[in-house]
């Protein structure tokens, strides 16, 4: 019998992607019917449905789940979820079928369709409402505000059959992996206790760090790489991958860390994002999720350890998956290696305060950077990167909120 973490508010876990027969009759099915755009957002949570990251979820969420999340992260059924997982289109489209009816969910960025969707409800929702509960904020320069503000007015309900993975086994290979793959490597290593650190940038000596801090308590790590949309200026996935994957082989003991990757874009909800990384982690079957500072922030719209806080403030029932809480890191030439606020007793001007931001900004602007900020193996991949783009392709990088420091 596993010891892994049992998936989110179920026994098992609930794929909703059809396979064999069943997925050839339903993609001729779906030729027929509707169809309804889906956002790269959209796309990406019905790729996690359909691999079972989204356990148990089965489908685009109610009024009265959207309101029961966005006021108290619980569904109607009681289930704990921190932020909506909906489907919206244009008031236009959606006089075009009647609750009952079925749709197609189709992804114009890959021409194709997605998924078929039993459509059971069609609603409104107060668009500022759900930003200033999850995202605390209605400001649309934060990048998640700006999407649920841009969605379309009616929001549709209903139970999905994902007929795609999106592209991403063909495009990422190996590192793309499902909660059942995870779960099947943990148990074929003999892992029980896994932390996963969640990253959207290339890891820097405060990243490795946290990595090994789970590693001496822990059976293991799975860094857990975002491959779906991030803000410009962010790395591409496949450069990431390059610059972990080389980081690990130097520089990690084998056996002890797996490089995998998920299909989501980026919310960027800070606390409210740290718990549904633990709700999709503990479904890939990590009894830890890492959360150091700032965790899936942006700008200066969270304080830097909201993310630990809010852990505390939900039902000790709500998740099996549990947080490793690690304060701020940092390089301490005094301590002369990585340190944190609860281990190094020296001043901040012996500290070299590192972030994903920093070295982005650094790496972009052509300047030198510190082997105590990142390993030179590292830096080479990444400025190898920086050093193919065009002028046009270079995006400025700013500084500001806990990255800044």
Known sequence: MS?????????????????????????????????????????????MLGIGGFTPLDGFMTHADWEGVCDGMKM???LFWPIPITLSTDEAIARGFDEGDEIALYDAERDEILATMKVTEKYTIDKKHECM????????????????????????????????QGGFPETYGDQFMTPAQTRAEFEKRGWNTI??????????????YLAKIAIETLDGVLIHSLLGKLKPGDIPAEVRSNAIGTLIEKYFSDNTVIQAGYPLDMRYAGPREALLHAVFRQNYGCSHQIVGRDHAGVGDYYGPFDAHHIF????????????????????????DGMASMKTC????????????????KALSEGEEVSDKFSRPEVLAILR??????????????????????
Request: glycine share 6%; aromatic share 4%.
């Open 3 to 47: 010891k892994l973490v049992k998936p989110h508010g179920s026994t098992e876990l609930r794929p909703l992607l059809l396979e064999g027969d069943a997925l050839a009759r339903e993609k001729e099915h779906a030729n027929g019917l509707p169809k309804v755009n889906v956002t790269s957002r959209e796309a990406g949570d019905l790729i």
């Open 384 to 405: 190898e990167y920086y050093a193919s783009l065009k002028d046009d392709e270079k995006v400025e990088i700013k500084m500001s909120g806990h990255s800044a420091r």
């Open 345 to 360: 007793p020296h001043e901040g001007s012996d500290r070299i305060l590192l972030s994903g931001t920093k070295l982005r």
């Open 76 to 78: 109607t059924s009681g």
């Open 133 to 164: 509960m999850v995202y605390k904020t209605t400001d649309t320069e934060h990048p998640g505000v700006k999407m649920v503000m841009e969605q379309e007015d009616v929001n549709l309900a209903g139970p999905v059959k994902v007929l795609s």
């Open 312 to 335: 505390d403030e939900v039902a000790a029932d709500s998740l099996e998956t549990q947080p490793l809480k690690i304060d701020w890191t940092f390089w301490c030439n005094k301590c």
């Open 195 to 208: 932390a996963c650190f969640q990253t959207r940038n290339p890891m820097h000596r405060s990243h490795e």
